[in-house]
Structures are given as C-alpha cells and as structure tokens.
C-alpha cells in the first residue's frame, strides 16, 4: 500500500509538471500581438508673403497681386510739397535740365491717394523702368524720350490718355498742378505681377556692418542737394534741405529705411548711364557700406556689392536711390565713437593691526 501510495504522488507530480511545461511552450510558440507604428510628421508653414519692393511681410499678400506703378513727380520748389512722396516702396532721384532733379516713384506695397506734380520723361527714365514694367505715368515728353518709353515692357499712361485717373489742381499754378489718383492709374494695368525684386534684403537676425553716420549730405546743385540724417527711434533717414525739413503734401516728413548713393556718368542732363558699374554708397540702420554697384543691361535689375564682391543686404523697408553725377561730393558726417565702459574698481581690501598685549 506504501509503495502504491508514493507512485501515484510522483505520478501526480509529474502529469503538474508535464501540464505547466506544455503551457508554457504554447505561450512561446504563440506569436505575440504588437500595435501598429504611428510616425507624425509636422510641415513648417510657409514663409508669409513679402512685398517684392520693400522686402515688408506682407500678411494681406495683396502687392503680389499687382504690378509697379511708377509715377515721373517734379521737384522743384514750386511743385514742394508733392503728394504721396512718404508712400513710395522705391525713389530714383536724377538730374535733369538745368542741375535740378526729378523723382521716379515707383509703388506697390500701398496704394496711394494722390500722386504728383506729374510731369514729363527723360531720356534714362525707359532704362530705370525697363526691368521691372508695369505702368508709367507721366505728362508727356519730347518725341525721342516718349519714344523710348514706348519701347520699353511699360504700359505708358500720359496726360492725353489717362481719362480722369489724372486732374489738374486749381490751387496750384501750371505746369506744377497735375495730379494722378493712385488707384485708377494701378487699374490701368500691367505686367509682371508682382514685379521683380530690386535689392537683397536682411533675414531677421541678421545686422549690416559699416561705418557708423549721423548724416549725409548728396552733392546735387544747390537747393536740390538733401541731408539724410539718421534717426535711431525709427530707424530711417530723415531728409531735409540744410535745417528744413522735406515734408510730403500730407505733412509727414520723407524718411526712408535705406538710402543708395550710385554714382553715375551723365553725358547730358537727364541722360544718366545705369547700365555698367560704378561706385555705390549704401546706408541703413545708421550704417554706410561702401561698394559698387553692377548692371549687365537695361534688362537686368542693379545689383550692390562691398568691397569682397558679397551682396550687400538692406534693411526691410523703402528705398531711395540718389542717382548722382561721378565727383559730386557726398559729405558724410560719421557717428561719435561709444563711449567706454566705466572703469571697474576693485573692492577696498582691510588690514587689521596686531593688537598689543595688555601688560600683566
């Protein structure tokens, strides 16, 4: 009965183990469940739009959506103070009869209310606009000068087809009273839409590296010949007429974020070279970098260059180019030097005196 007994205890033991390792090697054999793999891939927006000739965020979008228009605005004293002057994305100052200048003003960005006085093309005007078309508004011109406009990728719009996008000011005395409105000039139409880009611009982070200014001023003849002056809380440059300030029709004074010295050769007024090369003087953010400026064809857009053949950046921003005769003197005031820190003082050190031993 002993010996029965332990043989079906071992037995019982044995058929537990048997069950247990069969179990096990079902689980084993069993291919385990694993849940799929999720991968999340994340798509950086898109950079917001820029305004092609200001390099501004443009969050609306809308200056892609329409051509330059470029406006020919007189400068003489009697045309001061002119409309939409503060607006422009880009100025071309230039020389014309006499020594005085004249502005070509060229919008995208904004649309303005008013432009003017409005007056005639010269002979560099169809090479300042050709790479960049659109509509070109002005009175009229000489036979070979209109001509030439005509010629260039332009949609010309002079006083005798402009239908009512220009009037004539009645408080102003003629030939200085011809106005344009900025919108049914931009409803005249014209291409590329948008235009091409003038200048390379700063990314956010980057600073532009020169000659510290205060001011400068260009050397057109006498009474044309502006100061740009630095002005840090805004970070333009600030015109005026010796102690006058060069304030638009709206009362707010011209201060652009850049302004370019190109220095070019004039063989007769108003026929100023900007195709080829030559020295070129930027300022921005207080600033001056001196470079030069290149252009393969009338085609092609200007491109600045420092001193190791890199593009110089501007700040985003309007910009004006002083289109100036090479040997004009351009009078460059520069910023006083930093102050220096304040010397650093080194804490008083303390020395106790042995104390003498009381007598005992």
């Known amino acids: 009965m002993r010996r029965a007994l332990v043989f079906a205890v071992v037995t019982l033991v044995l058929v537990g183990a048997a069950a247990c390792g069969g179990s096990g090697g079902d689980d084993d ?3 385990k469940k694993t849940s799929p793999e ?3 891939t994340t798509t950086a927006p898109p950079p917001p739009p820029v305004a092609p000739l200001t390099g501004v965020v443009d969050p609306s979008g809308v200056a892609l959506t329409r051509p330059v228009l470029t406006v020919k605005i007189e400068n003489a004293p009697d045309a001061r103070p002119q409309a939409g002057l503060e607006l422009a994305d880009v100025v071309y100052e230039e020389v014309v009869e006499g020594g005085i200048t004249r502005f070509v003003v060229m919008y995208n960005s904004i649309v303005p209310d008013t432009v003017g006085p409005v007056r005639s093309v010269r002979d560099m005007d169809p090479y300042i606009v050709w790479p960049l078309g659109g509509i ?3 009175s009229g011109g000489a036979p070979g000068p209109d001509a030439a406009l005509r010629e260039a990728p332009v949609n010309p719009v002079d006083e005798s087809a402009t239908g009512t996008a220009m009037f004539r000011d009645g408080g102003r005395a003629a030939p200085h009273n011809l106005f344009g409105y900025g919108q049914p000039l931009f409803d005249r139409g014209g291409q590329p839409v948008p235009p091409p880009a003038l200048f390379s611009y700063l990314a956010p982070g980057e600073a532009i590296v020169g000659e510290a200014v205060l001011s400068a001023r260009v050397g057109f003849q006498a009474g044309y010949d502006p ?4 002005d ?9 007429y010796g102690l006058d300030p060069f304030l638009a029709a709206s009362g707010a ?3 652009p974020v850049n302004v370019v010295v190109q220095f070019i050769e004039y063989p ?6 900007t195709v080829g090369g030559g020295d070129a003087w930027v300022f921005s953010s207080g600033q001056l970098v001196r470079g030069k400026w290149l252009r393969g064809s009338r085609e092609e857009i200007t491109y600045f260059v420092d001193a190791a053949g890199q593009p110089i950046k501007l700040t985003p921003g309007p910009t004006w180019v002083e289109l100036v005769p090479i040997g004009a003197v351009v009078d460059v005031v520069p910023a006083p030097p930093p102050p220096p820190p304040p010397p650093t003082t080194a804490p008083p050190t303390t020395t106790e005196k042995p104390k003498k031993k009381k007598a005992e």
């Open 253 to 255: 004074q011209v201060a």
């Open 268 to 273: 007769g007024y108003s026929q100023g070279n």
């Open 29 to 31: 054999a069993t291919p």
């Open 136 to 138: 070109f508004a002005y």
């Open 232 to 240: 840090p809380p805004t970070n333009t440059w600030k015109r005026s």
């Open 227 to 230: 100061t740009w002056t630095y």
């Open 38 to 40: 999720t991968t999340t």
